[in-house]
């Protein structure tokens, strides 16, 4: 029933608490909780607890959504006002609000999703954002209360703590934030429990990293005694507390390869940023890319790098951070002092750490491409091979930075491996430095990387080779590392054991070039070194393999001569059949094959006498290689089908995948091209799996001329295609001109004579450059391409395409580019 206010006087309501009336008014009116809840548009709980009476006067808006529905005249709507001012006490019912951000939030709609979805819902009811400084943890924070504010029916409490210095200002800090005065005491605590009481009220605790283990027991006694309050915590180190929610907050999403720079979110912030102070990046969207994928989309660097934009162009930027960070500091005037640099902002959780963890985290900056657990025990015990003491100190420490949100994890294949943003890792690397410890951590580190890669040495011919030469590539940054301070501290010992123990693995994984610096500079720092008779023995014939497949054979054979005499004199048969073998191989491509076999048979006669299967197999796959090069079918399928068979007892991959090409070829030659493209792909399938560069390259070659040979030259295209730019990127020529005699064929048979004989014009400048003849095997599809060419154009035509094709570098036929020489169906791709 309405009320008109006449039914009691003034005197009735005067001494009435806000409870007390509002119950009044809702009985009078015939209503439940429920009913008036319903009516008013909020919860049962909160009418429930407006009526036991609260030291907060519920707001204006609330006020109004109750007289509405008790359907109350001005005098009663007042009374209630006045009874809520009363119980209220206004100077103790103020919360303080979220500030109003500077710049709106870009690219965090899945984060905000997810962290509303837990709040917002109560799945938790203390969530706490981490993440290094400087990746929008606070941001974050300001949008998240913006977006599920509305739904604490008592507002949001923000409380700022990275002003607090001291632990002890921590509760008077909360308590003036909720209304009550900043009283001292021992009850304080209980006294904000008491005030917040059970109102749904969301309290934010920005920047609680240095005040972890007070605000944890602060945090701990409110959620205990405020059974409807929220909260949420921004803060570097984890709180701890039971019933936490961790929500790690990762930098904004960099540019994927398969989409537009411009849909990424840390381009769309560079972009913003800069624009907004009049410099907008039209044009440069690559050089945006390059900028924050270096900043590795941490939100505060590229902020700061945006703001440079005033004195530099983003290609000027990005060429700056190549090198150092050290721009990105002081470009604001209203940050905070931890906010100004990047160097401030990982300061501040720097200088929380104790002395154990500042020393862990100073040598951590010595890994390159992150690490492993016992890698960084390794280092920091200064053995190659910790102990479970070491272990485990290092397993405890590493866990306090991954907490402090200095170091990353990442879980795959079953293994733990960390590392640190790249702008951390600088700051790590300069309090390494400045100990004057830099050098003995990088001698560590190296010991240990040496280790492994002789270790993995021993694996990359069995049933385990991909698994090593996986577990190589993963750490391929840190073997550089190791190989760049060997030889900067003229370690020559290290320097050519570990450029020897890396070869093979360079060799299968394609890094041809810079496995031959590392022997090339090993080898020469190691001259006059006393003793290391066998590693230099073991340099020599990884440099001139790699010389041998990057078709210097030159340099090959010296450096195969020097390893032979050295095996020799060492009296070492295993290395000298190996060499042989090798040398072998430099015979094979440059045509001369009654050598090539000679070597090979010496070969197999060594590794027989040694019992060494894995010799004996490889030496008659290299015999059966040399056979089917020089047109004899059936002697090398023999050879090759023994060696397959033993390739696949042993578990070698990388002999099993040659093994497969050899007969794969044997069987296109000989005109079973079914047969053919059986051992080709699985020669492919395995060279694929094991990251065997070259294998792929072999395999997608003979899978190309049987395509042509059927007549399906468009498929043929496209695996020669592939093929050229593999052996290309390999530095192999002698196959790269095969692959272009071979398309050569194909642009013949699709009648793009010119652009044939430009092929084959680029394919004998090759071949005389290094020194290498046409295969046996190959030359009848040669001579009749070239003929068939010869027919088609008249005789100057074909000489300027092909002189055109000789003048022109492998780089640029294999990216389609034909030279300036030739007639316009040329610049026609197959």
């Known amino acids: 029933m309405p009320s008109d206010g006449s039914r009691r006087g003034s005197d009735d309501v005067q001494g009435t608490g806000f409870g007390d009336l509002l119950r009044r008014h809702r009985r009078d009116a015939g209503l ?114 913006g977006g599920i504010g509305p739904k604490f029916d008592d507002g949001v409490c923000w409380v700022p703590l990275a002003p607090i210095a001291d632990q002890a200002a921590i509760a008077p800090t909360i ?23 059970r109102r749904r009220i969301l309290l934010v605790l920005d920047n609680c990293e240095h005040l972890v283990a007070e605000a944890a027991r ?33 930098p904004l999403a960099l540019p994927a390869v398969e989409q537009q720079p411009e849909s990424s979110p840390a381009v769309r ?12 990046p039209t044009g440069q969207i690559e050089q945006v890319a390059r900028v924050v994928r270096r900043l590795e989309g941490m939100p505060l660097a590229i902020e700061l790098a945006a703001a440079r934009t005033n004195v530099l162009t983003v290609e000027e930027l990005a060429a700056e951070l190549e090198t150092s960070f050290g721009i990105l500091a002081g470009v604001s005037s209203t940050a905070e002092p931890r906010q100004q640099s990047l160097a401030d902002a990982i300061g501040w959780s720097h200088d929380l750490l104790t002395a154990p963890e500042r020393t862990l985290f100073a040598e951590l900056s010595v890994f390159v491409g992150g690490w492993t657990l016992n890698a960084a025990a390794a280092v920091l015990a200064g053995t190659a091979t910790p102990g479970p003491l070491e272990r485990a100190q290092t397993l405890d420490l590493t866990s306090r930075l991954v907490d402090k949100s200095l170091i990353r994890v990442s879980r795959e294949g079953g293994i733990a491996r960390y590392d640190m943003l790249a702008v951390i890792r600088e700051f790590a690397a300069g309090r390494l430095a400045e100990s004057g410890r830099g050098d003995e951590v990088a001698r560590n580190h190296a010991a240990f990387f040496l280790a492994l890669a002789e270790e993995a040495e021993t694996h990359l011919r069995g049933a385990n080779q991909g698994a090593w030469l996986d577990r190589l590539e993963g750490e391929l940054d840190n073997l550089r590392a190791a190989m760049s301070w060997a030889l900067r501290a003229k370690a020559s010992a290290d320097a050519v054991r570990l450029a020897g123990a890396l070869w093979l693995f360079c060799y299968l994984r394609g890094h041809y070039s ?15 070194a006393p003793g290391l008779r066998s590693a230099k023995a073991k340099a020599q014939l990884g440099a001139g393999m790699l010389a041998f497949l990057q078709c210097e054979y030159e340099i090959a054979t010296t450096r195969l001569k020097s390893a032979l005499a050295q095996y020799e004199e060492l009296g070492d048969t295993a290395g000298t059949a190996l060499v042989m073998q090798r040398l072998g191989c430099v015979a094979r491509e440059r045509g001369d094959y009654l050598t090539a076999e000679s070597l090979h048979c010496r070969s197999y006669d060594l590794f027989e006498s040694l019992g060494d299967r894995s010799g004996m197999a490889w030496a008659h796959n290299q015999l059966g290689f040399v056979a089917w090069l020089r047109g004899d079918l059936e002697v090398a399928a023999r050879r090759c089908r023994k060696a397959r068979d033993s390739f696949r007892v042993l578990g070698d991959g990388e002999g099993l995948a040659w093994a497969l090409i050899s007969l794969g070829a044997i069987a296109q030659y000989a005109g079973d091209l079914t ?33 042509r040979r059927r007549g399906f030259t468009e498929r043929a295209v496209h695996l020669l295609d592939e093929s050229l730019a593999e052996h290309r990127d390999l530095g192999d020529r002698w196959r790269s001109a095969s692959v272009l005699e071979e398309l ?3 642009a013949q048979q699709r009648h793009r004579t010119e652009y044939a004989a430009f092929l084959l014009g680029a394919a004998d400048g090759i071949r005389e450059v290094i020194g290498a003849p046409v295969p046996e095997i190959e030359k009848a ?38 030279g300036p020489a030739a007639a316009p169906d040329r610049s026609t791709r197959l």
């Open 514 to 528: 810079e496995g031959s610096e590392w022997l090339e500079r090993s080898l020469v720092l190691a001259e006059d």
């Open 781 to 818: 599809d040669h001579q009749a391409t070239r003929q068939a060419i010869e027919r088609a154009l008249d005789r100057r035509a074909f000489r300027a395409a092909w002189s055109a094709g000789r003048a022109t570098p492998l780089s640029a036929v294999a990216d389609g580019y034909p």
């Open 218 to 250: 602060i945090c701990a006694a409110l959620l205990e005694s405020c059974p409807n309050l929220s909260i949420l915590a921004t803060s570097r180190e984890l709180l701890r507390v039971p019933g936490e929610s961790v929500y790690v907050v990762p």
């Open 175 to 197: 308590a003036a934030a909720t209304g009550l005065h900043p009283i001292e005491g021992a009850r304080l605590v209980e006294e904000v429990a008491e005030q917040l009481g």
């Open 675 to 707: 047969e053919a493209e059986d051992l080709l792909q699985e020669s492919l399938a395995l060279s694929q799996r094991l990251g065997y560069r070259e294998g792929v390259a072999w395999s997608l070659n003979q899978l190309g001329i049987v395509e």
């Open 269 to 280: 912030l560079f972009v913003d940023r800069a624009s907004a102070r009049g410099n907008k």
């Open 744 to 746: 050569a064929t194909v």
């Open 32 to 145: 439940s909780q429920e009913g008036l809840a319903e009516l008013a548009g909020l919860s049962v709980d909160a009418i429930a607890a407006l009526e036991r009476g609260r030291r907060r006067a519920p707001r204006p808006h609330t006020l109004r959504l109750l007289g509405d529905a008790l359907r109350l005249g001005a005098p009663d709507r007042a009374q209630l006002t006045a009874a809520a001012r009363r119980d209220g006490d206004p100077s103790r019912s103020t919360l303080r609000p979220p500030p109003v951000p500077a710049n709106r939030l870009i690219g965090r709609g899945d984060e905000l999703t997810e962290t509303g979805r837990r709040l917002g819902e109560r799945v938790t009811r203390l969530l706490t954002l981490t993440g290094p400084g400087g990746v929008g943890k606070t941001q974050l924070a300001l949008a998240l209360t």
